[in-house]
Each structure stands twice: as C-alpha cells, then as structure tokens.
C-alpha cells in the first residue's frame, strides 16, 4: 500500500499542464485509481526507485515534452549516438495526411552515421570489448558459445570484408535465411556496416515463400546454413534454399553466390547437398578476412532493412526501414520498456526473422551494449522447464516472450518452473498478440514470483520498436493491458468515420504523428504503402488492429480488425492461405478466417469448396494442407478444413466472412442477418457439414 499512496500523491500533485492529454485525465485522478485498486498490480517500492521512470509523474513530464516538441526530445537522446556528420536544420520531417500529398516520413536526414558502428565500435570505444554481447545456447542443453563486444565486433568485419569482396554494394539486398545461430545477426550487422540492406526471411517459410520475396528484391547473395535441429527434428535448410533458388531463376533472378555456414551440431557438411559454382562454405572462406573493416556511412534515411510481412490481400509487403530514426527509436524503445541496465542479462525468444529479433535480439540491445541470450531450440525441449532452466545457468533478469508460449507451458506442470530458482528475474515481456488475462497471472505469479512487472509491448513490423508499452515502475498494471503509449506516440482511437473518440471508447488504433522508428515506404510501391496504412482514415497512421481504453485511460488491443490472421504471434493473411489451397486442382474455390485457439491465440479455419464432382476424403484433406505448408510454411497448415458445397455470398459476389467466423467458432445462434445472401441455403449445408 506504501507504493499505492506514493502513486496516488504523485497522481494528485500533477501539473496542470498534464490536463492537456486529454485521454491521461483519468489517470490524474486518484480517485480513478483508488476506485480500481483490486485491478491494480503496484510495482514494489524497491523496483519503482530504482526505475528509469519511476512515477506516473515522470512519465507524463517526458511524454508531454515528447509530443510538444518532439524535435528537441528526440534530437536530445539521438546526440548520445555516434554520428560522422549532424542531421540538417530540420530534425524530422512528416505528412501523414493523404489529402495533403504524398506520405513522407523522415527523421535525421542528412546525419550520416551506422547502426553498425554504434552497436559495436561504440561500445569497444566505451570500454566494453570484453562484456559478453551474446550468450548462444544451442538446442541441445550443454551446447554453448559466447562473444564478446570484440569478439562479434571481428567477427562481424570478417563477413563484411568478404561481402564487399563478392561484390556487395551499398544499397544492394542480401537475403538471410539462418536459424538462430549467432551467425544471424553477425550477417545483419556485417550488411548495416557495408550499407547493404538484410532481408532476413524467417527459416520456417517454404522454398516458395523464400523464392517469392527473392524475386521481389534481387539480393546479390543468399546466406543460409546446411541445416538446424529444432527439438529432435533436423530441418534441412539448405534443401529448402536450393528449391527456392531453382524457383527464382525460373522467374528470371538468379544468384551467384549461396553462403553456407556449416551447422555441425545438425549435419556434416559431406551430407550436404552442393553447387561448387554457386556455394561457399562459410567457414572455408570467412576467417581468411581481416578482422577490422572501414564502416560504409550512410545517411540516416538510407535503408536499412526489408522485412516483408502479411497483409489482408495480396503478396507479402516489403517493410523498409531506415537507418537513424530506427536506431534511436529502437535503443530508447529497449531501454525504457525494459528499464535496462548495464548489469542486466537480457533473453529474448523471439527469431530474427520477424520483427522483434531485428529490434530486440539484435538492434536495441546491442546498441545499449547488453548481454543478450540467443537460443536455438525449440522452448520446450527436452521438456517444458528449459526457458527456466536457460533463465537460471545465465542468470536472466529480463525475459521476453510471447503470450502463446506463456499458454503452451501454463498446460504442463507448474513443477516444471518452481523446479527452477528464477530469482535473477526482474522485469518480464510479453509481445505478438493480446495477452490473456489468465496467461498474464501465470506468468506474473508463477513465472516472476509476483515481483516482475510485465512490459506488455504493442507493436508492428511496421512501427519498427514499441508503440503502446508498460514502463515497469511507473504504472500499476493491469492484466492484459498494454497501458500507454511510449514518448513521441499519438495513439488515438477514431471510429468507422475516422472520428477521433475521446475517454472511455473503443474503435480502430491510429497514430496521429510520426515517430523515429516508422517505416518509409513498401519495397518497391508506395502507392499501396499509402493505401493499406494512410486512406482508410485520411490523417492517421491506421494500424489495423481494433483498441479500447478505459476509463483511466488504459488501452486494451483486441486484435486484427482486417483479414490477417495472427496465429502464435506470427502474421498470416487469409488471402495467402486461400491462394494456397485454390492453386490445388482439386479445390474450385476457398475461404479463411481465424478461430480462437487455445494455445496459439487463433488457429486457421478453411472453408473449401471442391471442383464439381469431387468426393471428399482425408487424403484430399492432407494434400490441402500440404499445398499451404509447402507454399507458405509449416506455421500457416489450417488447424481445420471445412468441406463447404458453397460459400455463404452476397448477390455481388462478396463473400460475408462475419457468417464464416461465426460458422468456425460454433456461434450457431448469432449468425446474424443472413438474407442479404445470394443463396441463404449454403449456410445451413455448411452447419451440416461441420463434423465431417
Ligand atoms: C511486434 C509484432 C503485429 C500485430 C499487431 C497486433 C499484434 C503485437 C501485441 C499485439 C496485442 C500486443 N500484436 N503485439 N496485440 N498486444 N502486445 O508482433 O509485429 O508480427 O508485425 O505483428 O501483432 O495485432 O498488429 P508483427
């Protein structure tokens, strides 16, 4: 109660000015605060005083700053970073309106700096060469390596040497298709030293996937290993990049060169399948390079990245993301949300592949020259305590993970966590889709001993670092709210007419201006860039997920509101799963939506018609689901296939997915207005089939 208090004296002696955030007025009111109490989970004294922020106060003293004037907060922290030449006059420059012209974002132009350069070179300059930078932790428990500032440092300068050798430009691409080997952000930080931009493609798509966003951005080189072990299963990644390569020259972009680290602990280089004019063996050809290797500078707007993620129609998009606003927004992201610092040991389970190992396993933490835990396996190999027993052998004091995990292991045994000590913990993460109330107690209570806030951060591929986030030790929280916007974010919530709505509400999550860490544009098309994200609600970034906040002015995310499916945290459009099943011959015509499913937040429900004449079977079932593994990957299989004589339409041909969802999650009784239908009958076919 000493801390409530402590909180509610400092709500009540908030400056006026702090009125002038219109949605944070609840919050002000002690009274808001003390009416909740029993939703409240107060973070200790002893962990608010050490905080970074350690009020509400503090908080909306540097937040009001940040949106009052964002070009002198930012300007501010972006001097602590190495840059060769200053940003120009203008910090940033923005317009996010379409009716105002073309949308253009930029932060820092004309800086010329490295990411690269202030991940490491900074840090060895600082005194920190012989600080661990990562903790590698193989699949198989007792198989470990470590580096040290230094260490990746060279490490990172022998791959660069040998890219500019082959070749490699500033501005070319380079696709990266590895597993969590620390190989992975060695490749990320060795192209941002040269200028050449990563695309690093997540290692469980398919040959398809991979060839597609190939084609899509013409790498001058493919990094890839022979091949990982994932629990006890061996995956052959190096087959996979062969048939994707096969598949890109067909569509006319072929590549000389394929680097392959030698994953020895997974297979041995002699079963490896191989094209002596096209494949090199990493370790033949790397430790030839010197170890230093000058830094390619470049201008804070030139790209840094390509991350292509799933939309609600269409091909993957290419995310790009620039260099200088992305590395301030990323650093002060991490270190806030986590209230880093220089004595944590920080793990983060995500992979590389998606958004949140470019910022938070690789970027972020490096820059705020961390020790960061990188792991290989599978959480839940050999049995459900390894993530604790990882917690434990290297002391972690910030643990980060997804809400699907927390389900998976909330299933077992809690004897598989309490086994462990876990006292290193101090703060914990959660991140890639709401989190459950009940998954959040688990953890909180379980996990952290009910001593460890949880920083539940919303955030996009697209935001490029945390948009809405807990700061640990400033807020109480409340389970399952992702609490408040981090500085600089104008989270707003409009209605369908793109009204903004004040207080108490719910509706669509937009942000009004832009932040450092935004992307520029879409790979190669502005234009839909400006579409997806800027003309649904002309003035805003549209985020495409659905928003309530409370009435102290907490936000509640609700998920999607678009067509993309988020299954385990991972994005999945319907209209690549619809694509994968109709290209089977025996499919006419097919329909995804998301179901709630218990472990992965939502499963995948496909409602497919068959070409005429066709009987159903089991084996028609499985080659179905063959076709979206093999065209997209094995985490986009559809949990279930639902044979559908027809598709509930509108006489314009629309398919009504409201019915299908209500059809795949068994609200039988709330199918709503179904005589708009150009064939009311499907629906209650479809209801019939529903066990077959
Ligand atoms: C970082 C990442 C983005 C989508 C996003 C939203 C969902 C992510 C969340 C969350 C509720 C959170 N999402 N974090 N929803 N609470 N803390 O996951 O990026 O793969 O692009 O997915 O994930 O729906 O729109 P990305």
């Not at 840059?83 to 073309?102: A, F, S």
């Not at 440092?153 to 590895?178: E, P, S, T």
């Not at 707007?301 to 200088?324: I, M, N, R």
């Not at 040991?345 to 835990?373: E, F, K, M, Q, R």
């Amino acid at each position: 109660t000493t801390n409530h208090l402590r909180h509610v004296e400092s709500l009540a002696t908030m400056p006026s000015g702090a009125g002038n955030i219109p949605h944070l007025n609840a919050i002000v009111l002690g009274e808001a605060l003390a009416f909740e109490e029993n939703d409240l989970i107060f973070p200790s004294d002893d962990f608010s005083r050490q905080a970074h922020v350690p009020s509400p106060l503090k908080y909306l003293e540097m937040y009001e700053r940040s949106i009052e004037d964002p070009a002198g907060f930012w300007s501010d922290i972006a001097s602590s970073f190495y840059w060769k030449q200053k940003w120009g006059q203008q910090v940033y420059l923005e317009n996010l309106d379409v009716r105002k012209g073309d949308i253009r974002i930029e932060w820092f132009k004309g800086g010329i700096t490295n990411i690269c350069y202030n991940c490491l070179d900074s840090n060895v300059e600082a005194g920190l060469g012989d600080k661990i930078a990562f903790y590698w932790e193989g699949n198989e428990p007792g198989v470990d390596a470590t580096l040290t500032y230094i260490q990746l440092l060279h490490n990172v300068c022998q791959l660069a040497n040998y890219l500019k050798d082959i070749g490699v430009k500033k501005g070319d691409a380079v696709v990266v298709y590895l597993p969590m080997l620390m190989e992975l952000p060695i490749t990320m930080l060795a192209c941002a030293r040269i200028g050449a931009v990563h695309s690093v493609v997540f290692a469980g798509f398919s040959a398809e996937s991979l060839a597609q966003r190939i084609v899509d951005c013409k790498p001058k080189v493919v990094i890839t290993c022979n091949a990982v072990k994932r629990g006890s299963k061996v995956i052959h990644l190096k087959d996979i990049v062969d048939a994707a390569l096969i598949e890109s020259s067909e569509s006319g972009v072929s590549i000389d060169v394929c680097l392959t680290y030698e994953n020895q602990s997974a297979m041995k280089k002699e079963s490896t399948k191989w094209k002596e004019e096209r494949d090199v063996w990493w370790q033949d050809v790397i430790p030839k390079y010197p170890t230093t290797c000058a830094v390619e500078w470049v201008d804070a707007e030139d790209p840094l990245f390509l991350l292509y993620t799933s939309g609600s129609t269409g091909k993957p998009k290419g995310v790009v993301h620039t260099t200088g606003g992305y590395m301030v927004y990323t650093a002060t992201t991490f270190k806030y949300a986590f209230d880093y610092k220089p004595s944590d040991i920080y793990w983060c389970t995500a992979d590389c592949g998606w958004i949140t190992g470019h910022s938070y396993v690789t970027y972020g933490p490096l820059l705020n020259g961390a020790s960061a835990v990188i792991f290989e396996g599978a959480p839940n190999y050999p049995n459900p305590g390894r993530c604790w027993d990882i917690v434990d052998k290297y002391q972690v004091t910030i643990f980060y993970t997804a809400p699907t995990l927390v389900r998976s292991l909330m299933r077992d045994s809690d004897e598989y966590v309490t086994r462990y000590s876990r006292k290193s913990l101090r703060v914990l993460g959660s991140v890639g889709e709401p989190i459950n109330p009940s998954a959040w107690r688990w953890f909180f209570n379980l996990v952290g001993d009910s001593k460890c806030p949880i920083s539940d951060t919303w955030w996009q591929t697209e935001t490029g670092g945390f948009m809405i986030t807990p700061l640990p030790g400033a807020w109480p929280q409340k389970p399952g709210s992702a609490t408040f916007p981090f500085f600089g974010v104008q989270a707003v919530i409009v209605d369908e007419k793109g009204v903004e709505i004040e207080g108490e509400c719910s509706g669509y999550l937009c942000v009004k201006s832009s932040w450092p860490g935004a992307f520029r544009t879409l790979y190669g098309d502005h234009e839909r860039y400006e579409t997806t994200y800027f003309k649904p609600f002309p003035g805003y970034y549209f985020s495409g997920d659905g928003c309530s906040r409370d009435k102290d002015g907490y936000h509640w995310l609700t998920g999607r509101v678009d067509d993309v499916i988020n299954v385990s945290g991972h994005r999945i459009g319907t209209a690549e799963v619809e694509s994968a099943l109709v290209s089977h011959p025996q499919c006419a015509e097919a329909a995804v939506v998301g179901v709630e499913h218990e472990v992965k937040g939502q499963g995948i429900y496909a409602f497919v018609t068959l070409v005429e004449g066709v009987p159903y079977s089991e084996e028609l079932r499985k080659g179905l689901i063959l076709n979206v593994r093999k065209q997209i990957g094995a985490f986009a299989a559809p949990d279930k296939v639902h044979w559908a004589p027809g598709l509930p339409k509108t006489r314009s041909g629309k398919i009504m997915r409201r019915i299908l969802r209500k059809i795949a999650s068994r609200q039988l009784d709330e199918l709503g207005d179904t005589s708009t239908l150009a064939d009311p009958n499907v629906v209650d076919q479809l209801i019939a089939l529903a066990d077959v």
